[in-house]
T-cell receptor, first 113, second 111 residues
Framework: GDSVTQMEGPVTLSEEAFLTINCTYTATGYPSLFWYVQYPGEGLQLLLKATKADDKGSNKGFEATYRKETTSFHLEKGSVQVSDSAVYFCARDYGGSQGNLIFGKGTKLSVKP | SQTIHQWPATLVQPVGSPLSLECTVEGTSNPNLYWYRQAAGRGLQLLFYSVGIGQISSEVPQNLSASRPQDRQFILSSKKLLLSDSGFYLC??????????FGQGTRLTVV
């Protein structure tokens, strides 16, 4: 069935380091792709999304490009901050609704000063 | 602007007791509504979704049920909780062709 696979954590980086979190998906058709972020003790917040191939989503210095040829949606940030410490979830939609989501297992990021 | 409210934030319940979690959305009409669960070691999973009053779709068989008595109210229930029902429950809403917006979640511990 359809699934989302993202790199296992935890990931620990120093402040101002470059971040990449890999995400690949399986799909029939062309899903919309998302990155959600969960700060400690909170619900999920949408970080960015892309709805079609070659779209680039961006927000707060984070970027991800929808790559149909590699079925990937890797998350990147050029210079992470301590405040970026959180759990990051890659997701794809299904059933024609952007709320029906299949999530990856999440990647915990810790940024040290 | 739209807001989503979910309560309680934390809940500790004994095995066999009933459960009722409530979620309401403000600032929009006829939203799609969702219940997700984040269980330890299992990631986030869609439990139920609703496209209208009284219309509930279940994604996984389980000990839980959902109801939508009003347009912007979504309730997650159980008659008898199991230990395996412990987890972090998230309510979400979306409009047609928009992304999902999540509530703050309820941490349920069944003891």
């Amino acid at each position: 069935g359809d699934s989302v696979t993202q790199m296992e954590g935890p990931v620990t980086l120093s402040e101002e380091a470059f971040l990449t979190i890999n995400c690949t998906y399986t799909a029939t058709g062309y899903p919309s792709l998302f990155w959600y972020v969960q700060y400690p003790g909170e619900g999920l917040q949408l970080l960015l999304k892309a709805t079609k191939a070659d779209d680039k989503g961006s927000n707060k210095g984070f970027e991800a490009t929808y790559r149909k040829e590699t079925t990937s949606f890797h998350l990147e940030k050029g210079s992470v901050q301590v405040s970026d410490s959180a759990v990051y979830f890659c997701a794809r939609d299904y059933g024609g609704s952007q709320g029906n989501l299949i999530f990856g297992k999440g990647t915990k990021l810790s940024v040290k000063p | 602007s739209q807001t989503i409210h979910q309560w309680p934030a934390t809940l500790v319940q004994p095995v066999g007791s009933p459960l009722s979690l409530e979620c309401t959305v403000e600032g929009t009409s006829n939203p799609n509504l969702y219940w997700y669960r984040q269980a330890a070691g299992r990631g986030l999973q869609l439990l139920f979704y609703s496209v209208g009053i009284g219309q509930i779709s279940s994604e996984v068989p389980q000990n839980l049920s959902a109801s939508r008595p009003q347009d912007r109210q979504f309730i997650l229930s159980s008659k008898k909780l199991l230990l395996s029902d412990s987890g972090f429950y998230l309510c979400a809403w979306s409009a047609p062709n928009t992304e999902a917006f999540f509530g703050q979640g309820t941490r349920l511990t069944v003891v």
